[in-house]
Structure formats: structure tokens, C-alpha cells
């Protein structure tokens, strides 16, 4: 089964939306439930999907070298994409992580589907809780 918040999945959906008739590949990181206040009917350490990496940060850098500087390292072993004119499954293209969420048009919600590196279907299942707040530490 794979986690994700409902902004999260409405904001990837936005993004596939206002990006068509383009793809939209994103890297996806997830917070453990335990950081989530109030507590999330999980395992602590249950990952959810929280935040995604903008595809344009390290651009030029994986263009000639072929390293992603956009994705911190450790970070990312979930990704989006988007298929405007299909299929509603990963394809040869996708880069597969641990989990692949794929949308097709009409980008609703009904139209998003999640699935392991096998192309096996996973439960996706949308959790309506904000992330817990991050910031800069201050030195």
C-alpha cells in the first residue's frame, strides 16, 4: 500500500493538468506518521508521500553529467508521472522507484493509480492530514 497526503495528490494533479499535453515527472519524498500531529492511524515509521522535487532543479548538471542534483541524496524512492494520452500504467519510459503513481486525464482523483516496480497495482491510499511544518534551523 502506498500513502499519500490529499494535497499532495491534488497539487500533482494541478501540475499534470496545467502541463498537458507534456508529461510531468516528479520524485516524491515521503515523512514517517510519527511526525504528523495529530497522530495518523499508522505504524510510526509508515512512510507517507508528502512533498515532490521540482523536475527543472539540477537540470543543466543531469543534461551533461547525468547526476540529479534536484533530489537530495537518500531522498526519493517514490515518483509521479503524468501520461496525457495514456496508458493508466507505468511504461517502458517511466523511471521506476519503489513506487510509480501514475495519473491519466481527466486529472481527478479517480484517475490515479499507484504501482511497484513490477507494474503490480498498489492499494493507494489518501490521507487527509497536512505534513508536519519544516524550517530552516537557525545557527
Not at 504528523?36 to 522535487?53: K, R, S
Not at 533530489?71 to 513506487?99: I, K, L, N, W, Y
Not at 486529472?107 to 490521507?127: G, I, Q, Y
Amino acid at each position: 500500500m502506498v500513502h499519500i497526503t490529499r494535497g499532495l495528490r491534488d497539487a500533482l494533479l494541478e501540475m499534470a493538468s496545467e502541463s498537458e499535453p507534456e508529461r510531468v515527472s516528479v520524485v516524491l519524498a515521503s515523512t514517517p506518521a510519527e511526525e504528523f500531529e495529530p497522530a495518523l492511524a499508522l505504524d510510526p515509521e509508515t512512510p507517507v508521500l508528502t512533498h515532490f522535487y521540482l523536475p527543472e532543479t539540477g537540470g543543466s548538471v543531469r543534461a551533461v553529467f547525468g547526476m540529479d542534483l534536484g533530489t537530495p541524496a537518500g531522498r526519493g524512492r517514490a515518483r509521479f508521472v503524468s501520461h496525457p494520452q495514456g496508458p493508466a500504467e507505468p511504461t517502458r519510459e517511466d523511471d521506476f522507484a519503489a513506487a510509480v503513481i501514475v495519473a491519466v486525464p481527466p486529472w481527478e482523483p479517480s484517475s490515479v493509480a499507484a504501482f511497484d516496480r513490477s507494474h503490480k497495482r498498489l492499494s493507494l491510499d489518501v490521507v487527509d492530514a497536512d505534513p508536519p511544518n519544516e524550517s530552516l534551523a537557525s545557527e
